[in-house]
């Protein structure tokens, strides 16, 4: 079993390169599927969901040719195959948006259900509601996602979501690029990493307007053609520092971030007592100030993300006063609350709402990380506790952090990798 150590008690300082986004690289990955052509993508995150996709693109006869550590060159010219394996898309969230995209381009699609991080119901009802009203057939049997184009391409519509979501959004515009006519989606999500989609899709000549606003439309084209694009950077792993920082004090210089995307984490921040310059494509994060209490509720963006709500709540466990946390999104996003107790944290939670009485210092702990988001706030508490900190079921973090280890510690962090000697003989053995 793989852990992250941490001996806490060390402000950060220096300076810290962010990647390319996850929740964009995972929809324009499958987007390659739309394109006629060779395209090229850049600043793509090493991080396991990515690989696993690129893995599901080969099986499915994509030619995907590694340019360099970020950039992939991908060309779906060949595949005939729209069949994702089982194994491969029951192992992450954004396989859904292979359902769009192999729609899209080849009218018919089959993916198994999609996994990922569990904050109790994840429907896929909205998406499902979308193909449809283009003309697809969609069934869900034992356990796969079949859809099917009724004539031969799929027909645009106008489509009013009944909930703002980032999937569903992205996976009705991946199915519209090349549908006859034209596509609205109504009430649609505006995360940065639905403009980007809609980026990369119109480099390789698609017609999408609006992305961005709660009203995109899409005007069907007969051909994607190949071409170069970059993944922005990613917003929630900016913040996950900034956050960090913000936990432990000190001084950090975020590079390679669109500050713009962060201002809704940089002011709960600052309220918190954080100091926070914006420098071009960077941000300067500081904190000398007592770490104060606040509220925040999360929400679809422009709101506060609630990607970055256990990281806060890691924050707030250890800021002075009580803080109301409200979760606006999910279910049932508070399932790491346990393993902050073990730290010493003063939680309790009542559905949505989670109220937080800042304690003076959290001391180390055995915890597990029991998703991704919840992981980095684990790591956040762990940097900012008191003692030794072991967290286990890593595998959740390395989903979408990128060397999240190596970052931290040239942050003069004190964190490292064990690894058991029974997986670490296993690893030399195969
Ligand atoms: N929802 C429905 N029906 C649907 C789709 C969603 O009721 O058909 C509900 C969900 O249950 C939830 C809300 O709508 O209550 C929003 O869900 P959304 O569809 O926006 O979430 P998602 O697309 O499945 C993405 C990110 C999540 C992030 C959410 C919200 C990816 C791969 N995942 O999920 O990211 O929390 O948007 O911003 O893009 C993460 O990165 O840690 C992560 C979990």
């Known amino acids: 079993m793989t852990k992250y150590v941490i001996r806490g008690g060390k402000q950060l300082h220096g300076t810290v390169d962010i990647?390319?986004?996850?929740?964009?690289?995972?929809?324009?990955?499958?987007?390659?599927?739309l394109v006629d052509g060779v395209c090229r993508i850049e600043n793509i995150p090493q991080i396991s969901d990515v690989s696993l996709i690129l893995n599901i693109l080969q099986e499915l006869g994509a030619d995907v040719r590694t340019v360099n550590?970020?950039?992939?060159?991908?060309?779906?010219?060949?595949?005939?195959?729209?069949?994702?394996?089982?194994?491969?898309?029951?192992k992450i969230r954004a396989s859904y948006y292979l359902v769009g995209a192999?729609?899209?381009?080849?009218?018919?699609?089959?993916v198994a259900l999609p996994g990922g991080c569990d904050f109790g119901g994840r429907p896929i009802d909205q998406h499902i509601k979308g193909l449809a009203s283009m003309g697809a057939d969609v069934d869900v049997?034992?356990?796969?996602?079949?859809?099917?184009?009724?004539?031969?391409?799929?027909?645009?519509?106008?489509?009013?979501?009944?909930?703002?979501?980032?999937g569903a959004t992205m996976n009705i515009m991946l199915s519209a690029v090349l549908a006859q006519g034209s596509t609205i989606i109504e009430n649609a999500a505006k995360e940065p990493h639905i403009v980007d989609l809609a980026n990369f899709l119109n480099s390789m000549g698609a017609s999408i307007m609006g992305a961005g606003t709660d009203v995109i439309k899409i005007r069907g084209v007969e051909k994607l053609s190949g071409?170069?694009?970059?993944?922005i950077p990613?917003?929630?792993?900016?913040?996950?520092?900034?956050?960090?920082?913000?936990?432990?004090?000190?001084?950090?210089?975020?590079?390679n971030v669109i500050p713009k995307h962060l201002e809704c984490i940089t002011a709960k921040l600052i309220e918190m007592g954080a100091e926070v310059e914006e420098l071009g494509d960077k941000v300067l994060v500081r904190?000398?100030?007592?770490?104060?209490?606040?509220?925040v509720k999360t929400l679809p963006y422009p709101g506060f993300p609630t990607d970055m709500q256990p990281q806060v709540a890691a924050c707030l466990c250890m800021a002075?006063?009580?803080?109301?946390?409200?979760?606006?999104?999910?279910?049932?996003?508070?399932?790491?609350?346990?393993?902050?107790?073990?730290?010493?944290?003063?939680i309790q939670v009542d559905g949505k709402v989670a109220v937080i009485e800042g304690v003076e210092q959290l001391t180390g702990a055995n915890v597990e990380a029991c998703d991704l988001r919840a992981g980095a706030a684990l790591i956040i508490a762990g940097l900012a506790a008191h003692g030794i900190t072991e967290i286990s079921q890593v595998q959740h973090i390395e989903r979408g952090y990128e060397d999240i280890v190596q970052k931290l510690d040239k942050l003069g962090a004190d964190i490292r990798v064990v690894i058991s000697p029974d997986e670490g003989k296993a690893a030399q053995a195969g």
Not at 102 to 110: C, H, T, V
Not at 287 to 295: C, S
């Open 69 to 90: 550590r970020t950039t992939v060159d991908i060309d779906c010219s060949h595949i005939r195959n729209v069949q994702v394996p089982d194994v491969l898309a029951r």
């Open 320 to 346: 002075q006063g009580t803080s109301i946390l409200t979760e606006g999104v999910w279910d049932n996003r508070y399932r790491y609350v346990d393993e902050f107790r073990r730290m010493g944290a003063r």
């Open 227 to 231: 071409g170069s694009y970059s993944i």
């Open 287 to 295: 904190r000398t100030a007592p770490l104060r209490r606040t509220n």
């Open 234 to 255: 990613d917003q929630i792993e900016a913040g996950t520092y900034m956050a960090a920082v913000t936990a432990t004090g000190g001084e950090v210089l975020v590079r």
């Open 141 to 166: 049997v034992g356990g796969i996602i079949k859809a099917k184009a009724i004539s031969e391409r799929l027909q645009g519509n106008t489509i009013y979501m009944d909930i703002v979501s980032v």
């Open 102 to 110: 192999l729609l899209g381009r080849f009218g018919s699609a089959e």
């Open 19 to 33: 990647s390319g986004a996850k929740n964009a690289a995972v929809a324009i990955l499958p987007a390659a599927l």
